[in-house]
């Protein structure tokens, strides 16, 4: 397997990422922003915010910036990844 297929694989892992399954302080995070921009379009709403929380990261992608969140969450699977990788080794 090649970077780039690794790249593809690893992109399309991150868009079935649930907002809800993300670090708690990654959740909040993301809430805040939610909640500042749904005001700002006059859209806010509890049951808006908790809509948001519970969807697909990337279904957020119209109303926040989720790059930052998805790289966050690549560099935390790779780093699991490479935990899991050298505990395996050292057996």
Aim: proline residues 2%; without cysteine.
């Amino acid at each position: 397997m090649d970077i780039g297929e690794e790249e593809l694989i690893r992109s399309e892992q991150v868009k079935i990422v649930y907002v809800s399954s993300l670090p708690y302080l990654m959740q909040q995070q993301i809430r805040k922003e939610v909640i500042e921009k749904l005001q700002k379009l006059g859209s806010y709403s509890p049951e808006n915010v908790e809509r948001a929380i519970n969807s697909r990261l990337s279904d957020l992608e119209n109303v926040i910036d989720v790059r930052k969140y998805e790289e966050r969450q690549q560099e935390e699977k790779k780093r699991k990844d490479n935990e899991k990788e050298n505990k395996g080794k050292h057996r």
